[in-house]
């Protein structure tokens, strides 16, 4: 071994959590970190012989990683307010405009997607029912290989 190890890994070898070999051999065989190693463990020793009683009842240690586990950020609900503070800031901005972008823009919207809906159709009949679906598949698979590279970008958190 080049460098010694780090006293967390020294407790975990006084713990029974780490097992390697060579971090073993290690301890035993450096003068630093053997001291280390036997100052820590006689330490802890009375600690594990003081003969307590009292136990922490079963459950405590799934409701400590309860409160210990990370929760998700509640995106939508961010989204959703975020939107509502835009919508009343452009209401008291210029109520004209809101109200041109309720009846036009939504208007609008939903004539592109009644466009893209009849380009669909259209699209069909040229290309089959088998084109159709191999489009979708392709579209599926193009969206599983995004999330796939989102879950490794985000660190597999919330994906």
């Not at 280390?36 to 405590?60: Q, R, Y």
């Given at each position: ?9 020294i407790q975990a070898v006084i713990d029974g959590e780490e097992t390697d070999i060579q ?37 405590f240690l799934g409701r400590l990683n309860e409160k210990l586990s990370p929760q998700p ?55 089959g029912p088998t084109g159709v679906i191999i489009g979708l598949a392709a579209l599926v ?19």
């Amino acid at each position: 071994m080049i460098q010694c190890p780090d006293k967390l890994t020294i407790q975990a070898v006084i713990d029974g959590e780490e097992t390697d070999i060579q971090i073993i051999d290690h301890l035993q065989s450096c003068p630093r970190c053997c001291q280390i190693h036997s100052e820590m463990k006689d330490a802890f020793t009375p600690a594990d012989n003081l003969g307590s009683t009292v136990k922490l009842p079963a459950e405590f240690l799934g409701r400590l990683n309860e409160k210990l586990s990370p929760q998700p950020f509640p995106a939508a609900m961010a989204a959703a307010v975020i939107f509502t503070l835009a919508i009343f800031s452009a209401y008291l901005t210029n109520p004209g405009y809101l109200q041109w972008w309720l009846s036009v823009g939504i208007t609008r919207q939903i004539s592109y997607l009644i466009d893209a809906f009849i380009d669909l159709l259209y699209i069909s009949h040229i290309v089959g029912p088998t084109g159709v679906i191999i489009g979708l598949a392709a579209l599926v698979a193009l969206e599983v290989l995004i999330l796939n590279m989102l879950r490794n970008v985000e660190g597999q958190i919330n994906v």
